[in-house]
C-alpha cells in the first residue's frame, strides 16, 4: 500500500469531525512506541520546553551511566543508541535551541566518558561528526545564542 502525501492527508483530516480526529489519533498511539512518545510530548511537555529538555538530559545522564564499559565495542553500541534517542527527543520537538542543547549534553557526557573516546577512533569520529552538527545548527540562530552556544562548544573542544 502506497502513503499518500502530506498535503492529501491534510486536506482529507480537515473534512473529518473533531470525535473522529480523537479516534484516529488514539488509534495511531496504539501502533507505535514513536507515535505514543510524540503524542505525550505534544500534549504534556511541549508547554514547557526547558523542563523538556532538563528531563532528556537525566534520561540522557541515566544511559551514560549504564554503559557496559568493558571494552570499546560495547560502549560503542551503546553511545550510538543514546545518540538515537537523543535524536528521537530531538524530532519530537523540532525547536534549534532544544537540538543543540541537547547534542551538546550529549557530546559534554560522551567525553567525560571514561575510558576516555580518545582511545578509540570511531568514537572520536562520533564526537567530532556531532561537534560539526551543532556548529552548523549554530549558525542558523540569532547571533546573541550564535555567541552563547559558540562559546559552550569551544569549551568542550578544549575539554
Known amino acids: 500500500m502506497k502513503s499518500v502525501s502530506l498535503k492529501e492527508l491534510k486536506q482529507e483530516l ?21 507515535n505514543k512518545e510524540l ?13 523538556y529538555v532538563a528531563n532528556v538530559k537525566n534520561e540522557i545522564n541515566g544511559q551514560f551511566e549504564q554503559i557496559n564499559k568493558t571494552n570499546y565495542y560495547f560502549i560503542r553500541k551503546s553511545v550510538r543508541k543514546i545518540l538515537v534517542n537523543t535524536k528521537k527527543y530531538i524530532r519530537y ?5 532544544t537540538e543543540i542543547d541537547l547534542l551538546l549534553h550529549f557530546c559534554t557526557k560522551l ?28 549558525s542558523l540562530l540569532h547571533e546573541d545564542l ?14
Open 14 to 34: 480537515s473534512t473529518h469531525s473533531q470525535s473522529e480526529l480523537l479516534a484516529y489519533c488514539l488509534r495511531l498511539s496504539k501502533f507505535k512506541k514513536d
Open 39 to 51: 503524542l505525550t510530548y505534544l500534549l504534556f511537555e511541549s508547554f514547557d520546553e526547558i523542563m
Open 93 to 97: 520537538s523540532q525547536k534549534k535551541e
Open 111 to 138: 567525553k567525560e566518558l571514561n575510558p576516555s573516546i580518545s582511545g578509540n577512533a570511531q568514537l572520536t569520529k562520533l564526537f567530532n561528526t556531532q561537534i560539526e552538527l551543532i556548529k552548523n545548527k549554530i
Open 146 to 159: 550564535q555567541f552563547d552556544y559558540g562559546f559552550e562548544v569551544n569549551k568542550l573542544v578544549r575539554l
